[in-house]
């Protein structure tokens, strides 16, 4: 991937006239519902932009949406893309560039995750705290360094914004439902884990498991956004007690969870 490329897609988005995006907004899997918040000034089907890459999985709809969200100009992906539809990671963080090219500051992500923590029910919305990248086939940072994406060796110590999870809690109190706080531990899919596999990633410290937003949050950090992502468990990941997994189950865990992770990032848009 070149700056070149990016600039083009930069270039196609900045065409529409619309205000310039401060906040990039990516949806996960099932949780497309805050999109019919924005008031959308244009929607730009991603095989229309130069270089982006393609969403093939059903329960994404593939469009970027511009708008206004709270009063601030959003640019919303409708649709991300996943290592394991077999783009490259480069293709997978395409979008996130491209958001910090057009001036966005701040990243907002939300996904589907499963539940490793005792403590977490089905349909609880979880703050990222931190996560633990078991990406350990492909890394988005990896190549010749451009120092226009920022460091070579990029500090993780802090990747989600503290204030922007603070703001979050306190907004959650405010609205009077309840959220967990963790850590994410990002692997590439695309089966689900063993019975070992889920015992292990909870010793090694995580709260959820799932499939995408490490990728982004090391490519958005590495830029300087400040970053947020939320988990809705979609599923209880509980060796002893494991069921076997289903997509509609899932699909279904992420629509209860949607009205309160929507007002959340209503919300924290608004205060941003
Ligand atoms: N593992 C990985 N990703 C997931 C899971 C899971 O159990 N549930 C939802 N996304």
């Not at 990516?26 to 229309?48: C, F, M, S």
């Not at 601030?72 to 293709?91: A, D, I, L, W």
Request: proline share 8%; hydrophobic share 45%; with cysteine.
């Amino acid at each position: 991937m070149t700056i070149d490329q990016i600039q083009k897609a930069a270039d196609f988005i900045r065409s529409f006239n619309t205000p310039a995006p401060t906040v990039g907004i990516i949806l996960g899997t099932g949780l497309g519902a805050l999109a019919r918040e924005i008031k959308t000034d244009v929607e730009i089907p991603y095989e229309t932009i130069p270089n982006f890459p393609l969403s093939t999985v059903e329960s994404h709809s593939g469009k970027l949406l511009l708008g206004t969200l709270a009063g601030k100009p959003v640019m919303v992906m409708q649709g991300r893309f996943h290592f394991y539809e077999g783009y490259s990671m480069p293709q997978v963080t395409f979008p996130v560039r491209v958001m910090k090219w057009l001036g966005v500051q701040t990243l907002l992500i939300s996904n589907a995750a499963g539940g490793l923590n005792p403590g977490f029910q089905v349909s609880d919305l979880m703050l990222i705290e931190d996560h633990i990248s078991l990406l350990l086939t492909q890394n988005p940072l990896t190549g010749p360094h451009l120092p226009a994406f920022g460091d070579r060796f990029p500090d993780m110590s802090e990747p989600y914004h503290p204030k922007l999870i603070q703001e979050a809690e306190a907004i959650a109190r405010e609205l009077g439902f309840p959220v967990q706080k963790g850590v994410y531990v990002g692997v590439t899919g695309p089966q689900l884990e063993t019975k070992a596999e889920y015992r292990m990633l909870r010793q090694w410290g995580a709260d959820v498991v799932g499939m995408s937003t490490v990728p982004e949050v090391m490519v958005a950090h590495q830029m300087g956004l400040q970053v947020f992502a939320c988990s809705v468990v979609t599923d209880l990941c509980i060796p002893e007690t494991l069921e076997k997994a289903s997509l509609p189950k899932i699909l279904a865990a992420a629509a209860r969870a949607e009205p309160q992770l929507t007002a959340l990032f209503r919300e924290l848009v608004a205060r941003l």
